[in-house]
């Protein structure tokens, strides 16, 4: 079974920071890997995915992630935070094939202070 | 393009009540998933469609859930009696490929008083 871990429940930065999202997947075989941002009361709006090839991967609104199968982790990074990041971040794992389910994570909190 | 489109957003019963949620996909995209949030958790998944055919429902609490996607297109989520613990956000997905890239609504949050 597939399962993901996010160590952090919330996290705060200064607006300006640099800013890394930690993410842990376990999964029998290669996963397909995804980072959500959920504003409030929005749904889910995809950040960036990882199926194979370049484990660094860049994704919308200046994110990125790193894919590193040795440690079974897919970290967020954004260099710079702007106070519109605050939101929930979820990461996601997903099997191969069309339409198999995704198993989230529980979420992390940004908090941006100005 | 229109994304995926839910309603209500907000939905408020009493117990033992039954409540229906409504969603239209992205045009075009063959899968559909309806997934349950509770506060401060990450999405679960309920069941999903390919087309018509629920081909992953084994996450839907059968006794009192129940889905239908009539022509492969809209669908409906029933809840038949609602129950305290169901007050939650759902939220329903859709996919045309690209391996699990779905797109979400923005949900239906139900209070169950």
């Known amino acids: 079974a597939q399962s993901v871990t996010q160590p952090d429940i919330h996290i705060t930065v200064s607006e300006g920071a640099s800013l890394e999202l930690r993410c842990n997947y376990s999964?029998?075989?290669?996963?397909?890997l995804f980072w959500y941002v959920q504003s409030p009361g929005q749904g889910l709006q995809l950040l960036l995915k990882?199926?194979?090839?370049?484990?660094l991967v860049q994704g919308i609104k200046g994110f990125e992630a790193e894919f590193k199968r040795s440690q079974s982790s897919f970290n967020l990074r954004k260099p710079s935070v702007h106070w519109s990041d605050a939101a929930e971040y979820f990461c996601?794992?997903?099997?191969?094939?069309?339409?198999?389910?995704?198993?989230f994570g529980e979420g992390t909190q940004l908090t941006v202070n100005p | 393009e229109a994304g995926v489109v839910q309603s209500p957003r907000y939905k408020i019963i009493e117990k033992k009540q039954p409540v229906a949620f409504w969603c239209n996909p992205i045009?075009?995209?063959?899968?559909l998933y309806w997934y349950l949030q509770n506060l401060g958790q990450g999405p679960e998944l309920l069941i999903r469609?390919?087309?018509?055919?629920?081909?992953?429902d084994s996450q839907l609490p059968k006794d009192r859930f129940s889905a239908e996607r009539l022509k492969g297109v809209d669908s409906t989520l029933k809840i038949q009696p609602a129950e305290l613990g169901d007050s939650a956000v759902y939220l329903c997905?859709?996919?045309?490929?690209?391996?699990?890239?779905?797109?979400f609504g923005p949900g239906t949050r139900l209070t169950v008083t």
């Open positions: 997905a859709s996919s045309s490929g690209g391996a699990n890239e779905q797109y």
């Open positions: 999964y029998g075989a290669t996963p397909y």
């Open positions: 990882y199926f194979s090839g370049d484990t």
């Open positions: 996601a794992v997903g099997a191969l094939k069309e339409g198999s389910r995704l198993t």
């Open positions: 045009s075009g995209h063959n899968t």
């Open positions: 469609y390919e087309n018509e055919e629920a081909v992953d």
